[in-house]
Structure formats: structure tokens, C-alpha cells
């Protein structure tokens, strides 16, 4: 007879071989029996197969360095797709379970890298630091890169879209009311993450390498940050390197992904020692490039904005206009490429051009925070057209809109910037997705959104609610962790493990067979001995084990009770909707009828935020059963009741084998079948001692997990208990900054509707200029007239005489 398949191939079908093989096992009667040679045989093929098990489970659990070197890619690819999180999570497992190897010494400084990306600077330079003292030759590999990654630390970027928002030059009423509290206008590079000795020994590790031998990635970050340092003239030297002057930017090599972004730096740099001629040329190289990478098209755009101001400072109008309309349409600079390109052509006289340029931009941004410096500079411009019916139109709009939106909003945020328990309760409600329009109607939250201190507070909410969002989130994760820990399959946590304990019941269910066939063997020679009643009751307890081994009975009960637990919760979170739809419903009607009803302002506002604050603790319930949900979930998984169930079966079965065997022994005169039956009896006893070795392997290499979770819960204990204080004083402090923004949101409506009315004014004073230039002009030539019909009447008179 052919042996049956080893434990490799079995173990690779580990995810159905129990279930397969128990649902799929026939009948007793169905299969001929086996002689006692045979069962001998098929024995001792699973005594093989339960020592290849146990010795694999007791082998130390290590990876080749092909294993690891693919574990490192696997991370790397991560972090190109713009995953860094799962990258770090990646590059630090390497780091603490392979230390000393040569990936580790790799995946520390890509770690690095991806704790860049995750905006924890701190960590990262002591990550990068680590690299830098080791003086391995693996480790030395990676020196430049480090010394890179630490001087752009050192002099950091600043954040995502600064380059999109209008500044103070697009805002000159509000540069002009800064000025006049002598409040500086002016904007320095960011602060680094180093000190300055640190950044002292990495400039001197710099400068000790020469400059051919130093990597692209390190000339061109040493470059930048000279030039970030107000160091343009040194900065040029480095910058060269990476992307000379007299050589293609689209070649390609190691330098590659730093050429362009060097040759852009090195515009600047040579902008700021006054070489006009060497900054339009690197600017104009940099626009002839063609790519498909977005910050690569991001670099070429914002060259062609360097462009059109540089020809705007030199006063070529025509040059200018055309480098600011090479910004498409669907780039992110059109904005601010329109809005320059409008003073371009007003610098130039070029009115009717301008207004063309802002009424496209108001077209295509109505939202931005500048709309009404570019209607009133709109305004301005008609008065320079002396078009006094279009100037005056303009203004009249002007203070019709903010005197509508004052109206309508005015009086409700002077009623509400008392209430500041109501604001702390609104910031408290979503402060991970909080917007300054939850306190506010739309209209005015744009004017509250170019208030800087309204932005700095909005994004300090956002960031302390993701931040407990996170907390709750490990919170969670840590309690599932837990009880993976602890629960009775923990070997499902590991692959080789889990397939080695399916293994192991395969093995049980093969043993059951060949059982079961030497009964049927001694059954079928043994006619009308009356065992046919004793395998009636077999094959009842086998349809039993059939059934709990495909699962569904098990797991019926369970998603029943899953099912019902969820319903709950649903219904619990449905009914929090509710409250939250009823507050926000009071709160439109006590804004619309607070005039006629004559409403305590106060009173209904306190009553709201108690109202809000009372949802907060219901949703918090909710997300308690969640949590809770998640956790049985995570339980039913592990501690598999459904797999001990199954394997308590199987042990019923076996037994009532046994008691099958002493009734059939007794008319079986096979020595090989008892010898067999006794053998079998001997694997049932091993396989319960492999499955303890596979239990025990598990649980050793859980003991640092489990001492990891345990200081781990103890850290997030101590830091949830902090998050509550910081969030506390983030609520207040964020409702007081959104209270006082207000009163600010009042006051610039006011501030523009006066605005306008002096817009107005404008056009009546250049009327009344022009009247009295008119005015003036008449008299001269009144004046002049006179004087010589006076001289004619002079020089008759002298005639007639």
C-alpha cells in the first residue's frame, strides 16, 4: 500500500486539512478495513510525521538573511508607497528581533526616514545619531545619509501648502494694521529640531569631506541648508555639484532625484547675491524640463513663478505676464499666479487686463480668504478708470454683503461669545474633524479662517483629538493583544505554529480513521456477532463530530450572540444620533426666532453645552461596547471554544473507539490489529504531548511580549491619564481662542463694511478731484481768455488813439 502524503504537503494545507478531512471521512462501511500490517504501517507514518512536528516546534525560530533582506524590501516599498507607519513598524521589528545583523544596520536608517515622515523629528535624530557613532563598515554605508537627513532636520521644511496661501503682500490692510502695532511682518526660516552645537559638529563632518566624494543627497541638503542660513554665497558651491549650471537637469544617474530641487535652491541662492543673469538662467532651465513626477511639476511651476516676479521687480511687464500664465489651470499655484499676475498688469497700466485677471480668479476660488481685498482692489481700479458708476457699484455691493452677512450674523456671535462653556462643549464634540463652522454660519468662518490665532487653535484641537483617537486606538489594540495572549490557542498567533497544531489534528482524525477501519475489518469478519448495534451508536456520535467539525454549529451560536451584541450597539448609537440631530435642530430655531421669542441667551446656551457634554459621555459608552465587542471577537478567535468543542468531541469519539475495540477484540485473533490498536492507543498520548510542546514553544516566544505588554499597559495608562488633563485644557483653551474669535469675526465685518463705505468715499473725493480739476481747468481758460480779450481791447484802444 502507498504511503500517504508526508507532513510537508499536509502542513501546507493546514487552513482546510482538519475541516476537509472530517466533513469529507465516509461512513464506516464505506471503505474496506485495514489488516493489521497495514494499520502497523500507516502508524508508524504518523509517528514520523508527529516527530518532524515536534522537533520543528522545538527548533529556534530564525530567518536567513534572504528571509530578512526580503522583510527589508518589504518595508522599503512601504515607505515608497507613502506608508511610512508600516514601514517604521517594519524597520523597527528588524531592529529588535535581528539586532547585530547587517539589514538592521540598514532598516535603522530607514527608520530614520520614516519617523521623518511621521513628523517625529525627535525620534529621528536619535535614530540617525545611533547610525552616525557606529562605526561598522555597514553602518558607514549609511553616514552621508544621515548627515543629510540631520542638516534637514536641522533647517526643516515648512508644512504642506505654505507656498498655496496668500501671505501679507496679498493682504496689504491687514500688513498695514501689523505694521501699526509694531508687529513684524517679516518671515525667517523655520526652527530646527537641533541644537546648535549638534548642527556645529555636523557642518565640521561636512566640511572635512571633500566635495567630490560627497554624496548627491548630502551636497545638495548641505547646500540647502546653507542657503536657508542666510549663507547664499557658500551655498552655490555644493548646490553645483548636484546640478551644475552648463549641464542638462534631465540627466540621469545618482543625482538624479535631487537635481532639480538643487538647481531651484541654487536660483534662490544666486537671487540673493544679486546675479540676476545666473537666477533666470537656473529658473529657466529648471521650466524646460518635462516630467511626470508631481514635485518635480511643483518645482518647474514655482519656477515659473520665480520667473514672473523677478521680471516684474526688473520692470518687463510683457516677460512677466507670460511666465505667470504658463501656471495651468489645474495646478494648485493658479491662485496666487493669477492674483500677481493682476498687480503685474496694473504696475503696468494695463487696468481693464487686471480686472479681467481678478474677475477669473473670483471665478475660480470664491472660497479664498482674499476674496474682499480683490473686490475692493477691484473697486480701486475702476476709480483709477475713472468708471465712478462702476467703482461706486462695486462698493455699493461691498457693503451691501457684509452689512447682510453682519446683520444676519452679527447679533447671534455677540449672544454666543458670552457663553464659554458652549464653545468648549462644541470644540469637545468631533475634535478630531473640528471646523471653525461648527461655531459659526460658513460665511463668516471664511473670515475667521485668515485670523491666524482661529487657524493655530482649530489645528491644536484637531491634533489633540487624533492624537486621543490614537491612544484609544492602542488602547484597543492592546486589550485585543492581551487577550490573544492569554487565551488557549495562542499558537494560532504564529503561521508555523498554527499549521503545526492543524497538523497535529490532522493527525488525531487519521489515527480515528485507521481505527476505525481495522473495526470495520473485524466487524465484516465477524457476521450476526452483534457489533451491528454498537456501530449504529458510532455512526450517530460520527455525524455529531462531522457536524462540529465543519464549524457551523459553532460558529451559528457565535454570530448569533456577535450579531446580537452589534444590533445593540447599533441601536445605542442610533439613538445618540437622534440627540444630536434634536440639539442641532434647537439650536437653528433659537438662532432663527431668538429676536421674537426673546430667548435667555445664557441660560439656552448653558442648557446646549450640558446637552453636548452629556452626548460626549453616551458616545463614549458606545464606543466602550465596541471596544468590548471587539474584544469577544478578538477572544472567540484565539481561545477558540469552537476548536476545543471539537477536540473534546473527538476525544468522546475516541474513547467509545476504545470501548468498541474491547467488544470486537474479543472476536479478532489478529495479533498484528492488537499490536496496531495498542500502537495507536500509544499516538493519541504523543500527539496530546506534541500539542503541549507546540503550546509551550508559543508561550516562550510570547514571555518578551507578554513583559512588553505589561510595561506598555502601564505607559498608556500614565498616558491616557495625561491626554485627559491636555485635552481638558485644549477644550478650554481652544473655546476661549473661538469665543474671542467672535468678537474679531464681528469686528472685521464692521472693519470691512467701513471699508466700503470708504471705498465709497474714494469715489466721491475723485469725483469731486475731477469736478474741481474741471473746475479749475475752466477757470485757467476762462482766465486766459480774459487776459487776451483784455489785450485785444489794450491794443485797440492804443489803435484808435
Known sequence: MARRAGPGLRLALTTVALSWSLVAAPALAAKPGLSGSQALARASAIRKDLSEIVQKARAPSTKSEAELAERLVEGQLKLTDEDPEGAAIVFLDLLENHPGTP???????????????????????????????????????????????????????????????????????????????????????????????????????????????????????????????????????????????????????????????????????????????????????????????????????????????????????????????????????????????????????????AITALDLLLVYDPE???????????????????????????????????????????????????????????VAEDMPHFAIDALMPVEAARLAEALPRAVQARDLAREVGILRQELDDVRTLLAKMEVAVDARERAQLFDDLAAYMAGLDAAELELLEVQESILLRVRVAAKNSGLERIDNRRRELRRVVDDYASGEKSQLVQGERLQKLG??????ELAIAALKAQLVASERYYEQTRARQKLDDQGFLAQAAQMRDEIALLEADARAQRDEIDELRTELRFDAPAKQRQRKVLAEYGAFLERYWVEASKLNSDPKAREAWAELAKLRQQIQAARRVVDAAALDRLQRAIVILQEERVNLDAYLVEMEAMQARTRGLVGEVMQATTHDVVAELQNLIVRSEVGLLDVAWAIQEVEAEEIRRLEMSRDRDLREVDALMQQAMEELQ
Open 103 to 353: 539589514v538592521a544596520k540598514q532598516a535603522l536608517v530607514y527608520l530614520g526616514e520614516a519617523l521623518v515622515e511621521l513628523g517625529m523629528h525627535k525620534w529621528a535624530t536619535e535614530v540617525f545619531g545611533r547610525n552616525l557613532s557606529d562605526t561598522d563598515v555597514e553602518a558607514k554605508r549609511f553616514h552621508q545619509r544621515s548627515l543629510a537627513r540631520l542638516l534637514v532636520l536641522a533647517a526643516p521644511a515648512r508644512k504642506e501648502g505654505f507656498a498655496r496661501r496668500p501671505g501679507l503682500s496679498a493682504t496689504p490692510e491687514v500688513r498695514a494694521r501689523l505694521e501699526a502695532v509694531g508687529v513684524s511682518v517679516e518671515q525667517g526660516a523655520p526652527e530646527g529640531s537641533l541644537a546648535d552645537t549638534d548642527v556645529e559638529r555636523l557642518v565640521a563632518w561636512v566640511e572635512r569631506l571633500p566635495l567630490d566624494q560627497r554624496e548627491p543627497q548630502l551636497s545638495y541638503a548641505y547646500g540647502r541648508w546653507l542657503f536657508l542660513r542666510g549663507l547664499p554665497e557658500r551655498a552655490l558651491a555644493p548646490l553645483e555639484v548636484v546640478a551644475p549650471i552648463d549641464e542638462s537637469l534631465a540627466e540621469g544617474g545618482r543625482a538624479r532625484p535631487y537635481r532639480i530641487r538643487a538647481a531651484y535652491v541654487a536660483g534662490a541662492a544666486a537671487l540673493s547675491t544679486g546675479d540676476l543673469e545666473a537666477a533666470v538662467a537656473r529658473f529657466d532651465a529648471i521650466t524646460k524640463i518635462r516630467t511626470r513626477d508631481e514635485r518635480d511639476r511643483a518645482i518647474i511651476e514655482l519656477s515659473w513663478m520665480a520667473l514672473g516676479r523677478i521680471f516684474h521687480d526688473e520692470g518687463d511687464i510683457d516677460r512677466s505676464v507670460d511666465a505667470y500664465r504658463k501656471i495651468s489651470r489645474d495646478s494648485v499655484y493658479f491662485p496666487e499666479a493669477m492674483y500677481e499676475t493682476a498687480w503685474t498688469l496694473l504696475r503696468a497700466g494695463r487696468n481693464e487686463a
Open 368 to 426: 479664498s480668504p482674499i476674496v474682499p481685498e480683490i473686490k475692493q482692489l477691484r473697486g480701486k481700479v475702476r476709480i483709477q478708470e475713472r468708471d465712478w458708476p462702476g467703482a461706486e457699484r462695486e462698493f455699493l455691493e461691498l457693503r451691501r454683503e457684509f452689512s447682510d452677512l453682519g446683520q444676519r450674523v452679527g447679533k447671534n456671535l455677540q449672544a454666543q461669545s458670552g457663553a464659554g462653556d458652549w464653545f468648549a462643549s462644541v
Open 567 to 572: 444590533e445593540a450597539n447599533h441601536n445605542y
